[in-house]
């Protein structure tokens, strides 16, 4: 299985330098939200109230802002039209709150312009949480019986495509996320002082370094789905090759 001294190297190759972005990105988010979380903006606007400001300046009046528990959970329901701000963004008046805050309000905005990546993403959540659960178990349990049981090789060569297809799925997820949450992040960083949340430029670069480091944690998940699926694919290849 393309291994070489007892090492599977493709998945030295393909997923590990993801995974360990993903530490990075990890190590980033906590980091710099900590640091931006003792700051607080000028004018003294919570995450909520950020919020709110930016829904108004957009005419957006048909979402809800909830709090939910847990620290960085923030997210936007398109389909209830609820904004849900976590115990680390409702109240805080940081800088890395109102980013964040700002962030999901994004999500809002695209919702409400009818931002085609956005309603993309909505139709692929069913088929990522299943393709991304499934998927690699069905295409590794294809691979691994074909391998072992060559007279069925016709049904475990299916059983891997059948995983291959419902993981592809989830890949493209992933993918299509990528310029869902850049555009959101943007969005965000461009209103804010337009708005009058932030008052100078210093906050709103604060606001940016959270959101960037955020941001790289997508890349950091867009990368290990893809690293995954192109490993499965060429183990299915190499089983191929050895009949």
Do not use: W
Not at 117 to 129: D, E, Q
Request: glycine share 8%.
């Amino acid at each position: 299985m393309f291994q070489y001294g007892g090492i599977d190297y493709t998945y030295l190759i393909y997923v590990l330098p993801a995974f360990i972005l993903s530490l990075i990105a990890q190590f980033l988010v906590k980091s710099r939200f900590a640091k931006y979380n003792k700051i607080e903006c000028k004018k003294g606007v919570s995450g909520a109230q950020a919020a709110a400001i930016l829904l108004r300046a957009n005419e957006i009046s048909d979402v809800k802002i909830a709090h939910i528990s847990g620290s960085l959970t923030d997210n936007y329901n398109p389909s209830r039209k609820v904004l849900s701000l976590s115990d680390s963004t409702f109240s805080s008046r940081s800088i890395a709150a109102v980013g964040v805050a700002a962030h999901e309000t994004g999500h809002a905005i695209q919702h409400n312009k009818g931002y085609i990546p956005l309603a993309i993403r909505k139709l692929l959540v069913p088929v990522a949480n299943f393709g991304s659960r499934f998927g690699p178990l069905l295409a590794l349990a294809g691979i691994i019986f074909g391998m072992n049981y060559e007279s069925n090789l016709a049904i475990f060569q299916l059983l891997t495509d059948i995983g291959l297809l419902l993981y592809g799925g989830a890949v493209l997820f992933y993918i299509i996320t990528l310029p869902v949450e850049f555009n959101a992040s943007r969005r965000a960083l461009k209103i804010l002082k337009s708005a009058g949340v932030f008052v100078d430029n210093s906050e709103v670069r604060g606001a940016r370094k959270v959101l960037t480091a955020a941001a790289l944690t997508y890349v950091a998940s867009a990368l290990t789905a893809i690293g995954s699926f192109i490993r499965l694919l060429l183990l299915s290849q190499r089983r191929n090759n050895r009949r």
